[in-house]
């Protein structure tokens, strides 16, 4: 310190000599600390106030697991729909779970950009999307959020028609078991882990024991209630997150999203609403046999009968040239709340027209304008059911410059609803990938500074919200 002394006594008579020392030493650290060997990630060491590392906060680690979980569920890909009448899913593993590519289209579809995507594959997309994220760690101690990549949606599919519970349950409690020996876990215990489903929440979320309920009961073990999931649909707990279906559209670059935006703008509707779908009767409370009934008795509606393979719905070129032909697309609960359909019509540039919260308000807050009289028209089951509503009229009311206004809003979410190429990337939009993994690290973040504060995590994480699917709560 007798050597030393000389030199900080000087920075009371001469502050920049002082600051020039000071700047040293942190060059010096600094450089040594890029120096240092198999340290990928040392910006995260720094003061985030004081680097421009685009990855802070951002970090994504992800799980290596049993290949039981993922892969060997592609390489079986014939037992993903057992117990089913539909043709199995091995065609729509090419293209890294996009499906094959649609070459040929009669003009209604853009180029090289278009698939025959199954809309259960949406676990094998987002993993593929996730491996080529530009924030991933294989430290996971740095990480802002764990991203565990089982195939739940594909597993479950093997199980759901029968009646052996312990079949249906077992890859998620081997799972959890899995998770909950690895050290990752013990740092929130879980609750910066999240997982994807290509299936609806309500799948995970068996309510009894009995062999006539439906699902497995993976969401209500307690480890995995610790865990965030994203899924095309999510339930009424707070621990499920709702992503859009994938739809047909996987642009690999900027100028693909444009053209197509450009192409959807000015085409030509001769419908006024159109209806894709099949009914319901076995549903009590469906509307659909209602709305079918009076889009057959318009002269200004399409209706296009997906029942029974009497029209070829899981045809993209047939389903985009019927939406791109009419200005609005009735979207009402089927057999859940939700549907594929949302997005491939307003992909169309097609209005969406709603009939319950759930269908979509409640649903995609990350991805859905907040708006809703922005985008979309919404008409009420009961008005439908007991009053009789006449969607025509509903629809014939709203004036050309709202129709056009709508329309525009429409186009604007294009990009936040469908899922980029995973061999590729946007560089201007982000998509729906990116503004699900935005909002899970913006929800992990919440609770880790929840947990700063002295609070307890586990207040409200995995509660249910009884209020969720009302429309009083958010959008009255």
Not at 50 to 64: A, D
Not at 89 to 107: A, F, R, V
Not at 320 to 345: A, E, M, N
Not at 455 to 473: C, L, M, N, V, W
């Amino acid at each position: 310190m007798e050597k030393s002394a000389p030199i900080f006594r000087g920075c009371y008579d001469n502050h920049h000599f002082c600051l020039a020392i000071l700047f040293s030493f942190l060059f010096c650290s600094l450089f040594l600390s890029f120096r240092a060997p198999n340290k990928a990630l040392t910006f995260k060491h720094l003061n985030p106030s004081t680097t421009t590392n685009p990855c802070f906060g951002r970090y994504v680690y992800i799980h290596q697991l049993p290949s039981r979980f993922n892969d060997d569920l592609l390489h079986n890909c014939h037992t993903l729909t057992r117990g089913t009448d539909k043709p199995n899913m091995c065609p729509y593993m090419q293209n890294m779970g996009l499906g094959p590519q649609i070459l040929t289209s009669q003009g209604v579809l853009t180029n090289n950009t278009w698939y025959a995507t199954n809309q259960f594959l949406l676990e094998v997309i987002f993993h593929n999307r996730m491996s080529k994220y530009a924030c991933l760690t294989n430290d996971s101690s740095v990480a802002s959020a764990i991203f565990v990549p089982f195939y739940a949606g594909l597993d479950v599919s093997r199980f759901l028609w029968l009646s052996n519970l312990t079949d249906r349950d077992s890859s998620g409690r081997d799972l959890l078991q899995w998770l909950a020996n690895r050290p990752e876990w013990k740092k929130m215990w879980g609750r910066d882990h999240f997982l994807i489903s290509g299936r609806i929440a309500w799948d995970f979320r068996r309510q009894r024991d009995e062999e006539s309920y439906w699902g497995s009961k993976f969401r209500f073990l307690p480890e995995s209630m610790n865990m965030s999931m994203l899924a095309v649909e999510a339930s009424s707990w707070n621990n499920d997150y709702a992503i859009p279906y994938p739809t047909s559209f996987h642009p690999s670059d900027d100028t693909q999203v444009l053209q197509w935006q450009r192409k959807i703008r000015h085409q030509k509707r001769p419908y006024l609403f159109t209806f894709t779908g099949a009914p319901r009767p076995e549903l009590e409370g469906s509307i659909r046999g209602k709305i079918i009934d009076q889009c057959r008795a318009s002269s200004a509606c399409k209706f296009v009968d997906c029942s029974y393979g009497v029209e070829r719905c899981d045809d993209p070129v047939n389903v985009i040239k019927v939406f791109r032909s009419s200005v609005f697309c009735l979207q009402p609960p089927g057999d859940s709340y939700t549907r594929r359909s949302i997005f491939d019509s307003m992909l169309a540039g097609c209005i969406p027209v709603f009939f319950h919260p759930g269908t979509a308000y409640s649903q995609y807050k990350w991805h859905l304008p907040r708006n809703r009289t922005g985008y979309s028209v919404y008409i009420p089951v009961k008005d439908v059911k007991q009053w009789n509503t006449s969607v025509e009229e509903v629809l014939l009311g709203i004036s050309e410059s709202e129709v056009l206004a709508m329309r525009e809003e429409v186009l604007k979410v294009i990009p936040n609803i469908i899922y980029a190429d995973p061999r590729s990337k946007l560089d201007f939009f982000e998509d729906a990938f990116d503004l699900a993994v935005k909002g899970m690290l913006e929800r992990i973040e919440k609770v880790r500074e929840a947990t700063r504060r002295g609070r307890d995590p586990s207040i409200g994480f995995a509660d249910e919200d009884h209020y969720k699917y009302t429309f009083s709560q958010s959008y009255s």
